[in-house]
C-alpha cells in the first residue's frame, strides 16, 4: 500500500508543473505571440513600400509624358502659321519647299502618336472642340453640327492636347 501512495505522489508531481517551468512557458508563448506581431508588421510594412514604390515609379512616368506632351504642343502654332504660309503663296519652288517642311513637321507629330482633330460636318462634341462663333444654318442643314474648323486641334491617345476651335451651325 506504501508503494501505492508512493506511487499517487509522485503522479501529483509530474502533473503539478513546477513553479519554473510555468513561468518558461508563459515566457515562451509571449515571445512566440510577439514573433507573430513583428511578422505581420513586417509583411504590412514590405507591403506598404511595394505600393510607394510603383506610385512613384508610375508619377514620375506620367509627369514625364505631360512635359513631352507640352512641347509637343507649343510646337502647334509653328505647324499652323507654316499651313497659312503654305496657302497664301504662289511661288511653285517656295510653296515646295515649305510642303516638305508642313511634311517634316507632321511625321514628328505622327512618331509622337499625335493625331489632328478634324470634325468638321459632325455633330458639335465639346471633348473634342470649342464653338467660338455661331452662323445660321442653311437649307437642308442641321443645327449643331460643325460647318468649318478655324484652329486644328490634336490629340494624342485618349489627350486632347489642343482643342480644335469650330464654327457651329445654329
Known amino acids: 500500500m506504501e508503494n501505492e501512495e508512493k506511487k499517487e505522489q509522485v503522479e501529483k508531481e509530474e502533473v503539478k508543473p513546477k513553479k519554473g517551468v510555468k513561468k518558461l512557458q508563459e515566457e515562451l508563448d509571449k515571445a512566440l505571440l510577439d514573433a507573430e506581431e513583428n511578422k505581420r508588421k513586417w509583411y504590412a ?74 470634325p468638321t460636318g459632325q455633330p458639335f462634341n465639346a471633348d473634342f472642340a470649342e464653338a467660338i462663333m455661331a452662323m445660321p444654318a442653311e437649307n437642308g442643314e442641321e443645327s449643331g453640327i460643325v460647318k468649318q474648323v478655324y484652329v486644328k486641334g490634336y490629340k494624342k491617345g485618349d489627350k486632347v492636347l489642343r482643342y480644335a476651335q469650330v464654327i457651329v451651325t445654329q
Open 45 to 118: 510594412v514590405t507591403a506598404e513600400y511595394e505600393n510607394y514604390r510603383r506610385r512613384t515609379q508610375n508619377q514620375s512616368a506620367q509627369r514625364y509624358q505631360e512635359g513631352r506632351n507640352d512641347v509637343i504642343a507649343s510646337l502647334f502654332p509653328i505647324g499652323d502659321n507654316l499651313e497659312r504660309a503654305l496657302a497664301s503663296i504662289t511661288d511653285e519652288s517656295t510653296k515646295q519647299g515649305l510642303d516638305m517642311i508642313l511634311k517634316a513637321y507632321k511625321k514628328v507629330l505622327d512618331g509622337e502618336g499625335v493625331e489632328e482633330i478634324d
